[in-house]
T-cell receptor, first 111, second 116 residues
């Protein structure tokens, strides 16, 4: 079935370091791909999305490119800040209203 | 500007007790859903609804009941709580007009439930 695999955390980085969080997926058809972020004590909120192959989603300095050939949607940011500390979820949208989430990757950025 | 509102934020139950988690949204979204979040398992879909009067099961529906009498409200009922239902529960909604697989889900802040 459709599934998402993302790298396990926690990931600890120093401020201004480069961030990559890997996400790969298994799906039939033409899914959409999402990254959601969960700040401490809050619900998830959409960070970025891509709805077709080769699309690049971007927001708040984060980027991810929908790679159909490698079935990947890796999240990147060139220079992380302490305020980016959160849990990041990769998600797959498929069928009608179906969404499958990855297990989440906790990011901690230290000053 | 309320969005998705969940109550209560925290609840402690004893095994066998029943309770209802409330979810309300003010965005006129047709689609509403309940997820549970457990360490190492991400979010798993419990039940969902694509409109008033229509509900369906998700990935982990056992032990939970839902109804959708209005567009705004989508309560989740625990019929006889068990320790395995200790979790953080999230309600999420989306407009059906977003259609297909590309629409954004809007989440509430979560309800942390502990079953002793």
């Amino acid at each position: 079935g459709n599934s998402v695999t993302q790298m396990e955390g926690p990931v600890t980085l120093s401020e201004e370091a480069f961030l990559t969080i890997n996400c790969t997926y298994t799906a039939t058809g033409y899914p959409s791909l999402f990254w959601y972020v969960q700040y401490p004590g809050e619900g998830l909120q959409l960070l970025l999305k891509a709805t077709k192959a080769d699309d690049k989603g971007s927001n708040k300095g984060f980027e991810a490119t929908y790679r159909k050939e490698t079935t990947s949607f890796h999240l990147e940011k060139g220079s992380v800040q302490v305020s980016d500390s959160a849990v990041y979820f990769c998600a797959l949208g498929w069928g009608y209203q179906k969404v499958t989430f990855g297990t989440g990757t906790k990011l901690q950025v230290i000053p | 500007n309320a969005g998705v509102t969940q109550t209560p934020k925290f609840q402690v139950l004893k095994t066998g007790q029943s309770m209802t988690l409330q979810c309300a949204q003010d965005m006129n979204h047709e689609y509403m859903s309940w997820y549970r979040q457990d360490p190492g398992m991400g979010l798993r879909l419990i039940h969902y609804s694509v409109g008033a009067g229509i509900t369906d099961q998700g990935e982990v529906p056992n032990g939970y009941n839902v109804s959708r009498s209005t567009t705004e409200d989508f309560p989740l009922r625990l019929l006889s709580a068990a320790p395995s239902q200790t979790s953080v529960y999230f309600c999420a909604s989306r407009s059906n007009l977003a259609g297909g697989p590309g629409g954004e889900l809007f989440f509430g802040e979560g309800s942390r439930l502990t079953v002793l």
